[in-house]
């Protein structure tokens, strides 16, 4: 049974939300977590960065990542448009340390993980909550209005309320602070492909980003787990969606005729699902945090 006051109140169940819920209740705060979907669901962003290690030991996840099926990250290499790759940049030639091993990561397991930590710190976690409204007294938060997915409707007191809401960026809206940042308004298509060529031995895992021969767009080529791929090609939103009357899959083909290097690895891969597109995915908020708010 949800209560009507916690301590704190984090919206958004990713692992920024996951995250702050799983620090703050392990200092015996009472912390709920809401979270519209239910996961498992299906997120992007699976390349992970080796400075995210010290995170992961301080929530307690090192053991559970070593653990998990994830592919090890240890590189990144850049591909011209051209088709000229550089060389690769490997971490642990800068750090020598593990924390330069860092992870590709499926995002439904990964997030389920975080999120599951974060209930096992201590925080109250409820999923299929979608909050409409944070309330205010002047310029404090003071908490939120939940729909439930049985339909119900509670409002949730709370002396410090946490957006970690990402893109549909709740409290920025409501006190019009979020902007968009200009330089990178950005588009995106993308999909996974199974069967796909990898590189071996340690150059399996690497992030790899392919120019195209126009440098218009470039593509992402993330190795995962279970012989998959996530691949997608990332434009400015008015050349990739806006001045093109064509369906997705139509543009996603455009491009890669035009990134030979591309081609060549998806030759003969199984595309797994529908291209997804997402656009304007960068944006800036100039206050980020108030009387008993905060953006994460």
């Not at 392919?210 to 998959?228: E, G, N, R």
């Not at 998806?266 to 945090?289: C, H, I, N």
Request: proline share 3%; with cysteine.
């Amino acid at each position: 049974m949800i209560a009507d006051q916690y301590d704190v109140v984090v919206i958004g169940g990713g692992p920024a939300g996951s995250t702050t819920a799983a620090l703050v209740a392990e200092y015996g705060h009472r912390v709920l977590l809401l979270e519209r979907e239910e996961f498992p669901r299906f997120q992007i962003g699976e390349s992970l960065m080796p400075g995210t290690y010290w995170s992961f030991k301080r929530l307690g996840l090192l053991d559970k990542l070593k653990k998990s099926a994830f592919v090890k990250k240890y590189s990144v290499q850049f591909f011209s448009g051209s088709g000229k790759g550089s060389a690769p940049f490997y971490f642990h030639l800068h750090d020598p340390h593990e924390s330069s091993i860092t992870y590709q990561v499926l995002r439904s397991e990964f997030d389920l993980m975080m999120m599951d930590n974060a209930r096992e710190k201590g925080a109250e976690v409820v999923q299929g909550a979608s909050v409409h409204q944070v309330h205010f007294s002047g310029k404090r938060a003071t908490g939120v209005q939940v729909r439930y997915r049985d339909g119900q409707i509670s409002d949730v007191s709370a002396s410090v309320i946490v957006d970690a809401t990402g893109r549909s960026a709740l409290i920025s809206r409501r006190l019009k602070t979020k902007t968009i940042e200009p330089k990178l308004k950005k588009a995106s298509i993308f999909t996974h492909y199974k069967g796909a060529f990898r590189d071996e031995g340690i150059d399996e895992g690497a992030t790899l980003i392919l120019h195209t021969q126009d440098k218009d767009s470039w593509f992402w080529y993330i190795p995962l787990a279970d012989d998959v791929v996530s691949v997608g090609v990332v434009g400015g939103l008015d050349y990739l969606l806006q001045n093109r009357k064509r369906t997705p899959q139509e543009i996603f083909e455009e491009e890669l005729d035009k990134c030979i290097r591309m081609q060549e690895r998806l030759a003969g891969a199984e595309q797994l699902f529908p291209m997804k597109v997402t656009q304007d995915f960068s944006y800036r908020s100039y206050t980020f945090a108030g009387e008993g708010w905060v953006l994460v």
